[in-house]
């Protein structure tokens, strides 16, 4: 490991501890760092840095010279982080400042130990699928930024009304949901609104995605785990002229005819994972399913 990118949103500059001790543990190692440009200037203006750093802006800035990119915040900041990242195939590393953090998952008091294993190469990377959208007319906002880590979802707008969602796969007829809309999530967004909607959760090397109903007056709807080659066209029936769509945290309006098309996307992120983590870990900690006192007998 000998360059790296640091990215934090503008609200992560008040862990100033972990910036600091993750900053110190990678200079330790002689490692060259750059830092988001935005988030840098932030951390100008409060002070918190020693020296001074060279900075990227955008997804132009960055390439295959860099080892590693290492998102300080929550998960949401890891989401923002792939924009950044895109098709390079620079592996992420999620440092969590944050709440929950399933994509961040290095805590706060294991900074130093993680860049330690890092420099060892005690690590592995986890390939990390994702949704790319396709529509009929053209979403410009989705123009150059038109694929998910998580999850795209589609969502009633300016309405208490629900929406109808007619689902094809490979151009069959599935069904349509009446419900408040309806979430396409990847293996990684399983564990993110899927699950909050009673979706399942999925192993992240899985090659399956995920159809979960938003409050779904179809009594017989169920969230349905499919092949991750499946092609999954959706039109929406809305009393509204608009419903919205969104890629992770990025959403948008959309004209109520616009035909949707959602395939899987032709590059992956890689994820790191220490060998102190895994996903299990994650999910016993996160979701405390270790927290039957029935357990302790079997540890």
Same mark, same amino acid.
């Given at each position: 490991m000998r360059k790296v990118a640091v990215f934090g949103q503008t609200y992560t500059v008040n862990a100033n501890?972990?910036?600091?001790?993750?900053?110190?543990?990678?200079?330790? =190692?002689?490692?060259?760092? =750059?830092?988001?440009?935005?988030?840098?200037?932030?951390?100008?203006?409060?002070?918190?840095?020693?020296?001074?750093?060279?900075?990227?802006?955008?997804?132009?800035?960055?390439?295959?010279?860099?080892?590693?990119?290492?998102?300080?915040?929550?998960?949401?900041?890891?989401?923002?982080?792939?924009?950044?990242?895109?098709?390079?195939?620079?592996?992420?590393?999620?440092?969590?400042?944050?709440?929950?953090?399933f994509l961040a998952n290095v805590k706060k008091d294991e900074i130093s130990e993680a860049i330690d294993i890092l420099v060892e190469g005690k690590y592995t990377i986890q390939q990390r699928t994702l949704l790319s959208i396709e529509s009929d007319p053209p979403i410009k906002e989705f123009q150059e930024l038109s694929f998910a880590l998580n999850e795209i979802t589609i969502a009633r707008k300016n309405t208490t009304s629900m929406i109808g969602v007619e689902t094809f796969l490979d151009g069959e007829y599935l069904t349509n949901y009446w419900s408040d809309g309806l979430i396409i999530a990847t293996p990684?967004?399983?564990?993110?609104?899927?699950?909050?909607c009673n979706g399942?959760?999925?192993?992240?090397?899985?090659?399956?995605?995920?159809?979960?109903?938003?409050?779904?007056?179809?009594?017989?709807?169920?969230?349905?785990?499919?092949?991750?080659?499946?092609i999954i066209d959706l039109n929406v029936n809305s009393r509204e002229l608009d419903y919205h769509v969104s890629l992770d945290s990025r959403i948008t309006s959309v004209p109520r005819k616009t035909k949707i098309r959602i395939i899987k996307s032709p590059f992956t992120i890689k994820s790191i994972i220490p060998s102190n983590q895994s996903f299990l870990t994650t999910l016993r900690t996160k979701l405390l399913w270790g927290e039957d006192t029935r357990n302790e007998s079997n540890l």
């Open positions: 501890k972990e910036i600091k001790i993750l900053l110190a543990s990678l200079e330790k =190692y002689g490692i060259e760092i =750059y830092l988001e440009e935005v988030f840098c200037k932030a951390l100008i203006k409060l002070q918190h840095l020693e020296k001074e750093y060279s900075t990227f802006s955008n997804f132009k800035d960055l390439n295959d010279s860099f080892d590693i990119f290492f998102s300080l915040g929550g998960d949401g900041t890891t989401l923002r982080a792939i924009t950044y990242v895109r098709d390079l195939n620079i592996p992420i590393l999620g440092i969590n400042t944050g709440r929950l953090g990684t967004g399983s564990t993110g609104y899927s699950l909050s399942p959760v999925v192993s992240p090397n899985s090659e399956n995605f995920v159809i979960t109903p938003i409050a779904p007056h179809n009594l017989s709807a169920r969230p349905m785990v499919i092949p991750d080659h499946t």
